[in-house]
């Protein structure tokens, strides 16, 4: 059974950062893609940033491309969101998602895997 667990959300101020972190358990091997999810108040999920399994494509959605870094570990079976530079419009529940597959995915109906969310708050 995969599980992923989120951690490292919070509250803080406009331009500050937060780093993210989904600890994954349970996979069978390392041929998994993951992905961090954000959903705001009112407003459908979306992609912020996906990773493949050997970390040779990343995405990320244009309006975190350059303060965003999505990393992942895989002998530790972590992937972590590096925020920085953040914006209340980055307000929101993350999610960390993943599937096997070995390339990056950027359609949520794809991911089989999901963790329970971690607020982040960013105050103006």
């Known amino acids: ?4 667990v989120e ?3 919070g509250l803080v101020q406009a331009g500050g950062s937060l ?3 989904c600890a994954a358990s349970g996979f069978t091997s390392d041929y998994y893609a993951m992905g961090w999810f ?3 108040p009112g407003k459908e ?3 912020v940033a996906a990773i493949s399994w050997n970390r040779g494509s990343r995405y990320y959605e244009n309006s975190v491309k350059g303060r965003f870094t999505i990393s992942r570990d895989n002998a ?3 992937v972590a969101l590096q925020m920085n530079s953040l914006k209340p419009e980055d ?10 597959t070995v390339s990056q995915v950027l359609n949520d109906l794809r991911y089989d895997y999901w963790g329970q969310g971690t607020q982040v ?3 103006s």
């Not at 059974?1 to 992923?4: E, K």
């Not at 307000?91 to 096997?100: F, G, M, R």
């Open 91 to 100: 307000t929101a529940i993350y999610y960390c998602a993943a599937v096997y």
């Open 38 to 40: 954000r959903q705001a």
């Open 1 to 4: 059974q995969v599980h992923l």
């Open 7 to 9: 951690s490292g959300g």
């Open 45 to 47: 999920r979306e992609i």
């Open 19 to 21: 780093r993210l972190a």
């Open 76 to 78: 530790k079976n972590t």
């Open 121 to 123: 708050t960013v105050s």
